[in-house]
């Protein structure tokens, strides 16, 4: 069974970087067969997509998608040889304070990302993320 751990949030100021890493364990899943989506969701406000990454191995790059809010400032990626996706956030704001979750499916990406309660193999239990002064 697929499980998800997500690391690396934390306190940072505004302007500043965080990369979270979403790494998979378990058996009897092939972690390459999986697209992986961040979602992240802000107190008071309903769970929203990040930025999302197809499957994919070997020299198939996998496709991504970004939500407007944070396209420009971000960049996700995979490293199928250590079951992880990671998500670097650039220039970080207030506004990106939120529990940020991970998940992996087999839909696309497209509609991963706008579909944050999607039902899907697997969820990570969330990680913090604050920035603040």
């Not at 697929?2 to 965080?18: I, R, T």
């Not at 996998?62 to 220039?91: C, F, M, P």
Request: glycine share 14%; with cysteine; hydrophobic share 30%.
């Amino acid at each position: 069974q697929l499980q998800l751990v997500e690391s690396g949030g934390g306190l940072v100021q505004p302007g500043g970087s965080l990369k979270l890493s979403c790494t998979a364990s378990g058996s009897g899943f092939v972690f390459e067969f999986y697209s992986i989506g961040w979602f992240r969701q802000a107190p008071g406000k309903e769970r929203e997509g990040v930025a999302c990454i197809s499957s994919g191995g070997g020299d198939v790059l996998g496709n991504t998608h970004y939500a407007d809010s944070v396209k420009a400032r971000s960049s996700i990626s995979r490293d199928n040889a250590k079951n992880s996706v990671y998500l670097q956030l650039n220039s970080l704001k207030p506004e990106d304070t939120a529990i940020y979750y991970c998940a992996a499916g087999t839909t696309s990406t497209w509609t991963m990302l706008r579909e944050p309660e999607g039902e899907y193999d697997a969820w990570g239990q969330g990680i913090q993320v604050t920035v603040s002064s």
